[in-house]
């Protein structure tokens, strides 16, 4: 049997691995190397997977949930591991279970997809143009910008439309349709959200920690308690980016900080009701420093209309009122989240009704595959993408 593979990334590598000792499996990528994108995930360091149970897992998964049941009961995430280990992948745990090379570098879980891949035809700067399906032949038509070549089976591993220069330039999706198949609207996920709010560019740089993000929508009110950042233009971070996955596809009404939210309002009242007493000829510029970093406490005085160089001891009620509020309830501008080509990875692609969720074939297309990010699911940061990625693979290369 003759299998071609469209993509050299997570997912196509890793069924081109499964699959090569036994079929005669071509992979195809039009990059000059295998998992481009793979180099630069985890900030070079690739977050392979995450140590966790499978209830976890599904927990992290924002689109596609239900679909990834049969995948995830053929191969789980600690299997993924042992896979990745078993197979000469030095591997290491930290904090929320995510998994590394021991070394640090992507470039070693490349190395060793590749060496699975041994025996697999890798034929890299070679840009797949079209697929088509002849009937006569019962044989798939694989028309690359070098030659066109017969397979019995094609899985699409092209990823999605995030990072454009590592190749993911939404290729499968062109394919996908080909074959008649619904694209679910394609939105960035993983990614920054823009600010209204003229002071950001004074705050770009300063990280806020152990703080809850808020972001109420036409649906419901997500939150995210963590770490986060601010940029020239909005924020980012951990919390930033889960919760951008969540709004991509709603309207954004409301979005706050609460920067204490392991104190109640009561609790911070009697705070700084004791910070006054004990320091009351204190400046609220001072004051503010044991409350939120100077660069934002600035600003958070400027909100509140509070003079730098005021006494603490004379606030009034409501203003005492006003400064435990805003601590509880930061408001923020919401612009719109960062464009396409920064996610982390995509959200939206070939719907998963139109999928068998058992062995990743089209409904529409016998012998036909997806697999990896060119579907329609997205998840959290911690590993579950990649997670994604190989189940999928295992699944639809199990059923090959």
Do not use: W
């Not at 149970?53 to 009961?73: R, T």
Request: hydrophobic share 35%; charged share 25%; proline share 3%.
């Amino acid at each position: 049997m003759k299998i071609a593979i469209i993509g050299a990334g997570a997912s196509g590598l890793f069924a081109g691995g499964l699959l090569g000792n036994k079929y005669e499996v071509t992979i195809f990528d039009k990059n000059e190397k295998c998992g481009k994108k793979l180099y630069i995930t985890g900030k070079g360091r690739c977050n392979l997977a995450n140590d966790c149970e499978k209830e976890v897992f599904f927990n992290n998964v924002v689109n596609g949930n239900k679909f990834m049941f049969s995948a995830i009961n053929q191969i789980s995430p600690k299997e993924i591991i042992s896979y990745f280990e078993n197979n000469g992948l030095r591997t290491k745990t930290e904090r929320g279970g995510r998994v590394f090379p021991a070394s640090d570098k992507s470039s070693d879980v490349i190395k060793t997809l590749q060496k699975l891949c041994n025996k697999c035809c890798i034929k890299l700067n070679e840009e797949v143009k079209a697929i088509d399906f002849d009937g006569n032949a019962n044989k798939f038509v694989v028309k690359t910008s070098v030659n066109n070549y017969y397979f019995d089976k094609v899985v699409i591993a092209t990823g999605g439309k995030t990072y454009p220069l590592t190749g993911s330039t939404g290729d499968g999706y062109k394919f996908a349709k080909q074959f008649r198949h619904n694209i679910i609207a394609i939105k960035p996920a993983l990614v920054p959200i823009e600010l209204n709010d003229s002071f950001v560019k004074q705050l770009q740089g300063v990280s806020l920690k152990n703080v809850t993000l808020y972001c109420e929508t036409n649906k419901k009110i997500y939150q995210f308690f963590g770490e986060m950042m601010f940029t020239d233009k909005g924020i980012t971070g951990p919390i930033v980016l889960s919760i951008s996955s969540y709004i991509n596809k709603d309207t954004v009404k409301n979005l706050y900080i609460d920067f204490k939210p392991a104190l109640s309002k009561e609790q911070l009242k009697e705070r700084l009701e004791r910070d006054i007493s004990e320091n009351n000829n204190k400046t609220m510029i001072t004051l503010i420093k044991s409350y939120l970093p100077k660069s934002v406490g600035e600003i958070f005085l400027k909100k509140l209309n509070i003079p730098f160089e005021r006494k603490v001891k004379s606030l009034t009620l409501l203003q005492k009122n006003q400064f435990v509020d805003m601590l509880k309830n930061f408001g923020i501008t919401y612009k719109k989240l960062y464009p396409l080509e920064t996610g982390i990875i995509t959200s939206g692609g070939v719907d998963l009704k139109e999928i068998n969720p058992k062995t990743m074939e089209s409904k529409l297309q016998k012998g036909l595959y997806f697999i990896g990010e060119v579907l329609d699911v997205d998840c959290l940061t911690g590993g579950f993408n990649l997670t994604t990625a190989f189940s999928t693979a295992f699944a639809c290369a199990n059923n090959l």
